[in-house]
């Protein structure tokens, strides 16, 4: 019976998340309050409480998520293109966008991102956390880079910190201009070549590399 009432618990909490996103993204973070998820939901805000200590703490949960599925991606290429960490960053990269355009959670979670939270009152907490993770990523992308280099599939003098910043950059800006207008371009069918140009500018690109100066030169 108790294994019974931990996986109702399990469920609820998950029936939570699931009607919370599309709520936020319907109504905007900062219009939505606890009430109303648990109106979507069908539960009480009691039982929002039992699993979530406030509606930064939810967003966060929705958040983690996301990025536990990048992790569990990360392992599987890794498996998949053994010895070739450009293969599995190529592909995570891939991913990101296409998931962006198939996937319903992370579509909704992006456009709440970029275009329906404002980071501000209780959600401030929610902000530095997402600091933090950006600060993070960063260092998991020269992790990344480096393994590359290691495998002569990059340049040796590749600025590793100036690729994480403009990758990061460049992905995320496609994300956020596709879903401001899906309409524009059509980001599932040229995900691929996106990523290839970003990858060609890594290997190709003197900027990219400590010598550019001489080069320039």
């Not at 609820?12 to 998340?17: P, V």
């Not at 958040?63 to 990360?74: G, P, T």
Request: charged fraction near 25%.
């Amino acid at each position: 019976m108790a294994r019974k009432t931990k996986q109702q618990a399990l469920e609820t909490r998950q029936h939570i998340l699931d009607v919370a996103i599309h709520v936020f993204s319907r109504q905007g973070v900062s219009s939505t309050s606890l009430a109303d998820i648990a109106q979507a939901a069908g539960v009480t805000r009691g039982a929002i409480y039992w699993h979530f200590k406030n509606k930064s703490d939810l967003f966060s949960e929705i958040w983690k998520l996301s990025e536990f599925s990048i992790d569990d991606l990360e392992l599987e290429y890794q498996a998949k293109f053994p010895g070739d960490p450009l293969s599995v960053l190529r592909e995570i990269l891939v991913y990101i966008l296409e998931a962006t355009v198939v996937e319903e959670r992370r579509r909704l979670m992006m456009e709440i991102i970029f275009h329906k939270c404002e980071f501000v009152g209780e959600m401030t907490i929610v902000q530095e956390a997402q600091r933090n993770l950006s600060l993070e990523s960063y260092d998991r992308i020269e992790h990344t880079l480096a393994q590359c280099i290691q495998a002569k599939l990059l340049p040796a003098n590749l600025l590793t910190r100036r690729v994480a910043v403009l990758m990061r950059a460049y992905i995320s800006g496609i994300m956020e201009n596709w879903l401001f207008a899906p309409q524009s371009f059509d980001l599932k069918k040229e995900a691929r070549d996106y990523v290839a140009i970003l990858l060609e500018m890594c290997q190709l690109c003197p900027t990219l590399r400590t010598d550019q100066g001489a080069i320039s030169a």
